[in-house]
């Protein structure tokens, strides 16, 4: 509408833009769909210089950072001996105080999900994390980040010594085992996955890794392959292996050479040894499903809470079913067993008010009134909501500017109030206490230790919380302590060598229970209370092979709590009174002197180095030469540059490129686009200059082939009302001169474009495409030629498209789109090929009023597939087949006939990145009245619309 | 055809021409009676020069080899520089002046410091892809290639260069004795992986291995002498002085051993991961570990005389003279150090990491640093 390509410059410009845009813009700003990236803050960036790091921080968090900063350094001192390697170039560390403002950052331009811990970016060797209040958790991402910047540059320097091409690195599931396994011990959540994976028989070896490749389980299996390996072989091997890289083309023949011992030999060890370690406990625990009652079948299910009204049971629960995490409830019969399937109460992730739950991090709970309160992300920061049990209906939410991020909130006896854990935009992660009916906020710990999973204690003015402020020999584990309120002493209820969460109280207020890594997973124990005080002796009350998580009480004899087994979460009923296993135990807490709590290290370092303001430096993103043949303009080549400052904020963009034919044309062919974009505040702008000249060959042009000398500027807005829904303008003008006839202007113009778009998307995406949720846009365009007169329409593009989910992975897809240009010289629209009507010749139906509808029932046929090649292993997921129905026609002076098609194809995903789509069916052809004779047979890449 | 488009094909042909250039070496050597033929100078690996230096050098020239340099040193023999790389080359270069008499081009990477004898140049090739050997004969003379013997394994460490033999091991955990012309003396198969450059005492080969041990072979039989388990894999080389092994742990411990049972005599803790042949000079081992710090021990008794620690790590093993020690430091330098108090005299900068271990010979530094440059410095006052 603005700025036309035409045909002859198509390949080039497809090149350009697909340069341009993958994966940099995919995710949103002036494209047609995709969620926004919202920039709800302007960041204040201010910089730390270390010894080896150039630290970048912002607002209040200079504490954090100057931790985080100490915590870097210390890291670089260990993983040069580990690695026999030294980075010599400084290494920017970026700095978010949570994962809400991290999920704000421009160095990578795509959307990033909440789980994300941090990430290494490879292009200008950035590092970018945020700290989530916990203080070890940040150590240990700032470990596994650095292990990637060293490992990189390791391999890098490794094959460059050799004078080996230096684009390879090992496998994913190397690169991120080596991290973990350099950067934490085996954790509760690692040692939980791998137990649960041997046991149910769903581990797979170094050979089959593919089949889990980019899973979760695979970054544990990697961790604990070199665990293993360590053990066995020796640590020194695992460093080697970098060392030997060079020496064979397959990572797997470095690994059996590393190890001296094929593939399948060292895969049955570390099979063996797993087995050897985790068979026993099938003696000693059990199954959570063996001990307790499983209530659930389905999704991934968390924080379930117990609450009867109207005599009936209810199991009010946060889970994700569905692809969106959302609160559900299912009613249990008097024995607690389910009588109806579960029922959405309130679907989340789908609009701004509920943008995401912390669904692994937080909790929620219900009053004796019947208020459920639980957070989401709402915004920028996080908001306390209140639900009615019995409606369903949203009754209040609490949001506060300062508190960033927010999990857990639970009620004191008398419902009035609410404790809940929050990180500030300092990065500390405190308690805060919240009377409901006047929004009086009360901030209960004030520090740099990590205070979370906060419950009202024996009384209202006593809250019991888990923090790292553990102190002594057991330094930064996590246990419980009681603050009391007001005096704000804190007490230690536990002093163990694990770390302890989710508290509860019984309600006869006899008995505190919570959660421990005690023996390696989490494991309920309990804590007897006998006059208003905490007993030392500590009983482990269940005994499972792998993890509970948030339990909470529906009678004094009764809990339930979120189980993993067989690589799901689910909820299950666990009767506290019948104890069936003869291998819990009791023991006494030493706790005659408990030591302070620990001190954080500062970096140290000259005033000069400190809170320096960030100034922009700009250096290279990708440049790209492009050569570009055809049969009739001949040979024609040009480059493309892009240019980012280090945060990612401002973004430049270079094209130049030359059409001359002859030696002659040179000069006056030459074609520029210079572009600046910027992402830095929640609105994103860009504006730019470009100047094209070239023989023309447009489909979409009524004279389709001419000369064109044009020149202008454009400028672009966009405006993300929030994740889903944004408002896009442009406005550009151009100076056109067309020659059909060569010589001889046969049009002259300056155009002026204005568009204004709405665009929305909540849509959840699959393995080839949507499969639930809605998109839509509505463009307003205007043209005119505002010298001469000759050119004059307006543009109006409607499109609509909604996936109804009918199971987890069958959908019905509708989509409806209109295109209306009206004037002088109105562009023409296009339709026609596998992206919208099919079984017509692409681009083959044009008209300046197109109109196209589709329907599609697509269904799932293979979720995975293997192959076993003699030299390595490939797998390829989510085949999808698809049944279709495609309508259009052209509106232009008078309705001439509807085109149609219908048919069936199967699509896969390739690699993650793509979908390779084949369709065959029938065109309906003479207006819609009969099939044509045979099948189209149809073969594109792209994703389903 | 224009003059632009000759000039482009001219271009062409020439880096067609020059890429199928034969590698060759071929020069005529004079007899050195005092060559620096291996690394470390002796089989026993002393890494020391008893002259006294200043602390000031000007650079006298710089060369460039293709791929990059391992932890090993350049060999001279007569007025030549002989010097491997990771990429499968062997450059020879003038000694004085530094010009590049002939290069070498295998597939592989070289990881031993070539053995050169007049007339005759012995260096194996660690192939790529292939868990072999390549074990050239070289004749200088003629410039060309005498034999090339396949050997199992790959030669990782450095070699010990005997008067009319060279011994070496691999890290499939043999070791091989091979005279000058080729023929195998004998072989004897450890079964545990080497990765720590041998060396001699007496007329017992010294090497330590990945499972921790200290093994010691005659030298004339290959025979084993004794096996002394000391505990954490020895990726550092060894090195003898008065009948004692000086030898570096992956645990960070520093070993004086008995050479000739292989018991422990002192032991020092340094903290973290030895990789260097420790030096040694008539009172002294000098080591350095990954940590960065560099000791002075009293190699009688292990007793630390000084440390200075550096923001770096330290895996090549540094020069001594009478009065400085010459450290190469991967942070893009190298130092010349007070050897009696360890305090940094001089730093002299470099475009890419120190490599090779230093070389003197005949007033001349050596020094070799990233991506494969070789550079000559000469003391003054």
Request: net charge negative.
């Given at each position: 509408m603005q700025i036309h390509f035409p045909e002859s410059k198509k390949l080039f410009f497809l090149t350009i833009i697909l340069l341009l845009l993958t994966p940099d813009h995919i995710h949103s700003?002036?494209?047609?769909?995709g969620r926004n990236k919202v920039h709800y803050e302007e960041f204040d960036w201010k910089v730390l210089y270390t010894d080896h790091f150039d630290i970048y921080y912002y607002g209040e968090m200079g504490q954090v950072a100057e931790i985080g900063a100490h915590y870097a350094e210390e890291v670089y001192e260990e993983l040069k001996v580990k690695m026999?390697?030294?980075?010599?170039r400084r290494i920017p560390l970026i700095f978010y105080n949570t994962s809400n403002d991290f999920q704000?950052?421009?160095?990578?331009p795509g959307l990033i999900p909440e789980g994300v811990g941090g990430f290494f970016e490879f292009l200008k060797g950035r590092v970018v994390l945020p700290s989530t209040g916990s203080l070890k958790d940040f150590q240990h991402v700032i470990r596994h980040e650095l292990v990637h910047v060293f490992m990189v540059n390791k391999v890098y320097r490794v094959l460059k010594d050799h004078r080996i091409p230096t684009n390879k690195l090992p496998p994913l599931w190397f690169v991120e085992g080596l991290a973990e396994y350099f950067s934490t011990e085996v954790d509760a959540t690692a040692e939980m996955l791998m137990r649960d994976a041997v046991i149910n028989n769903y581990f797979v070896g170094i050979e089959d890794i593919f089949r889990i490749y980019g899973s979760f389980l695979m970054y544990k299996e990697g961790q604990s392959f070199l665990e293993f390996a360590g053990e066995i072989y020796g640590k020194e091997k695992i460093a080697q292996v970098l060392d030997n890289f060079?020496?064979?083309?397959?990572f797997t023949e470095v690994i059996e050479h590393t190890f001296g011992k094929p593939i399948e030999r060292i895969d049955a060890e570390w099979l063996y040894y797993l087995k050897q370690k985790y068979f026993p406990l099938l003696k000693e625990s059990s199954p959570t499903e063996f001990s307790s009652f499983k209530l659930t079948k389905d999704g991934y299910n968390f924080t379930p809470v117990y609450y009867k009204f109207n005599n009936r049971h209810f199991i009010f629960y946060a889970a994700n079913r569905d692809g969106y995490s959302s609160l559900y409830r299912f009613e249990v019969s008097?024995?607690?067993?389910?009588?109806e399937s579960p029922q959405l109460i309130l679907r989340g992730e789908?609009?701004?008010?509920?943008?995401?739950?912390h669904l692994f991090q937080s909790a929620i709970d219900v009053s004796d009134s019947g208020l459920i309160v639980f957070n989401t992300k709402k915004g920028g920061t996080d908001a306390i909501h209140f639900l009615s049990a019995?409606?369903?209906?949203?009754v209040k939410s609490y949001q506060n500017n300062d508190l960033i991020y927010i999990s857990s909130p639970k009620f004191s006896s008398d419902g009035s109030k609410i404790v809940f854990h929050a990180v500030d935009r300092k990065g500390f992660s405190d308690i805060f206490l919240l009377?409901?009916?006047?929004?009086f906020l009360y901030r209960i710990t004030n520090d740099y230790y990590d205070d979370k999973d906060p419950v009202f204690g024996l009384n209202d003015n006593q809250v019991i919380f888990t923090s790292d402020r553990t102190g002594g020999k057991n330094q930064q584990k996590y246990n419980l302590f009681t603050v009391e309120i007001?005096?704000?002493e804190i007490k230690y209820i536990t002093y163990l060598d694990a770390n302890c969460n989710s508290p509860i109280l019984s309600p006869d207020k006899k008995k505190l229970l919570f959660i421990s890594d005690l023996d390696g997973v989490r494991n309920i124990y309990e804590i007897s209370i006998a006059d208003q005080l905490f007993g030392n002796k500590v009983t482990k009350i269940s005994n499972f092979i792998s993890g509970v998580f948030s339990p909470s009480f529906i009678d004094t004899s009764k809990i339930t709590f979120s189980g993993f087994e067989k690589f799901s979460f689910n909820l299950y009923l666990h009767n506290?009174?019948?104890?069936?296993?003869?291998?819990l135990y009791a023991f006494d807490m030493d706790m005659k002197t408990l030591p302070e709590t620990w001190k954080a290290n500062f970096i140290s370092v000259p005033?000069?180095?400190?809170?320096a303001e960030y100034e922009k430096e700009y250096a290279l993103d990708f440049a790209q030469g492009i050569v570009t043949t055809d049969p009739v303009y001949g040979t024609r080549g040009g480059a493309v540059f892009s240019i980012t400052d280090l945060l990612g904020d401002d973004r430049y963009y270079f094209v130049l490129y030359n059409t001359a034919?002859?030696?002659?044309?040179i000069l006056n062919s030459f074609n520029i686009v210079l572009q600046k974009v910027n992402f830095a505040g929640r609105v994103h702008y860009g504006f730019g200059i470009f100047n094209m000249n070239g023989f023309v060959y447009d489909i979409?042009?009524?004279?389709?082939?001419f000369y064109e000398r044009s020149f202008g500027g454009s400028f672009l807005l966009s405006y993300p009302l929030s994740k889903f829904h944004r408002l896009e303008t442009t406005a550009t003008i151009q100076n056109s001169n067309k020659e059909v006839i060569p010589n001889v202007v046969e049009r002259k113009a300056i155009l002026f474009t204005n568009t204004l778009g709405y665009v929305f998307d909540n849509s959840l995406w699959g393995p080839t495409g949507p499969i639930d949720g809605m998109r839509a846009l509505v463009y307003l365009g205007y043209t005119s030629?505002?010298?001469?007169?000759n050119v004059n329409y307006f543009s109006v593009i409607g499109d609509y498209r909604n996936y109804l989910r009918i199971g987890y992975t069958t959908l019905l897809a509708f989509r409806a789109a209109a295109f209306y240009n009206e004037g002088k010289e109105a562009r023409m629209y296009f339709m026609g090929g596998?992206?919208?009507?099919?079984?017509?010749?692409?681009?083959?139906i044009r008209g300046e009023k197109l109109w196209l509808s589709s329907l599609e029932f697509r269904f799932p046929l293979i979720d995975q597939i293997g192959l076993r090649f003699p030299f390595f292993n490939l797998g390829f997921f989510g085949l999808r087949g698809a049944l279709f129905f495609d309508m259009g026609g052209i509106l232009d002076e008078f309705y001439e006939t509807t085109f149609g098609s219908l048919g069936w194809g199967f699509r896969m995903n390739i690699f993650g990145v793509l979908t390779l789509r084949y369709d065959m069916g029938k065109r309906i052809e003479n207006d819609f009245k009969e099939f044509q004779d045979g099948l189209f047979y149809q073969f594109f890449f792209g994703w389903d619309f | 055809m224009g003059f632009l488009k000759l000039i482009f094909y001219l271009l062409i042909v020439m880096l067609f021409i020059s890429g199928c250039a034969r590698s060759v070496i071929k020069l005529s050597a004079r007899l050195?009676?005092?060559?620096?033929?291996m690394f470390g100078n002796t089989p026993q690996r002393e890494?020391?020069?008893p002259v006294t230096v200043s602390d000031s050098l000007i650079e006298k020239w710089e060369n460039s080899a293709n791929g990059g340099f391992p932890n090993s040193s350049v060999a001279i023999y007569d007025e030549y520089i002989f010097i491997n790389d990771l990429s499968g080359r062997v450059y020879c270069y003038?000694?004085?002046?530094?010009?590049?008499?002939g290069k070498l081009k295998y597939k592989g990477a070289i990881y031993s410091t070539p053995v050169p004898y007049k007339s005759t140049l012995i260096f194996p090739v660690s192939l790529e892809n292939d868990y072999l050997t390549e074990l050239i004969y070289y004749d200088l003379l003629n410039g060309k290639e005498t034999n090339l013997i396949e050997i199992p394994g790959r030669v990782l460490t450095e070699m010990i260069a005997l008067e009319n033999a060279i011994i070496f091991c691999t890290e499939f955990g043999s070791v091989y004795k091979y005279d000058l012309f080729g023929e195998k003396i004998w072989e004897t198969h450890t079964r545990i992986p080497i990765h720590s450059s041998p060396c001699m005492s007496g007329n017992k080969i010294i090497f330590g291995n990945d499972k921790g041990e200290i093994i010691s072979l005659d030298?004339?039989?290959?025979?084993?002498v004794y096996v002394s388990k000391i505990g954490g894999t020895f990726f550092s080389g060894s090195s003898v002085s008065d009948n004692k092994i000086y030898v570096g742990n992956e645990n960070g411990y520093l070993y004086a051993l008995?050479?000739?049972?292989?018991?422990?005599?002192w032991e020092f803790n340094g903290g973290a991961r030895i990789l260097m042949t420790p030096a040694i000079d008539g009172q002294n081992v000098i080591f350095g570990n990954l940590g960065g710090s560099l000791y002075s021990l009293n190699?009688?008794?292990?007793?630390?005389?000084w440390e200075t620690n550096f923001q770096s790590v330290l895996n090549s093993t540094p020069l001594l003279t009478n009065n400085v020690i010459v450290l190469p430091d991967v942070l893009l330098s190298f130092h010349l150090l007070d050897?009696?108090?360890?305090?940094?005299?001089k730093t002299y900068n470099l475009?890419?990491?120190?490599?090779l271990s230093p070389v003197l010979y005949k007033d001349l530094l050596f020094i070799g640093y990233d991506d494969g440059l070789l550079r000559a410095y000469e003391f003054v006052e």
């Open positions: 700003q002036f494209l047609y769909f026999n390697h030294i980075v010599t704000q950052t421009n160095i990578t060079w020496m064979y083309s397959s008097p024995e607690f067993i389910p009588i789908q609009e701004e008010e509920f943008e995401a739950f019995e409606t369903s209906e949203l009377e409901i009916k006047t929004n007001p005096g704000h506290l009174s019948k104890p069936d296993i003869d291998t005033s000069e180095n400190k809170d034919a002859v030696q002659s044309e979409t042009d009524p004279d389709l082939y030629d505002i010298k001469y007169s596998s992206w919208d009507l099919r079984g017509w010749p692409r681009f083959g | 050195d009676e005092e060559p620096f033929q890494f020391f020069v003038n000694l004085l002046d530094g010009t590049q008499v030298e004339e039989t290959g025979d084993s008995n050479s000739e049972d292989g018991r422990i005599v190699k009688f008794n292990g007793e630390k005389n050897k009696s108090t360890g305090k940094i005299l475009d890419g990491r120190a490599k």
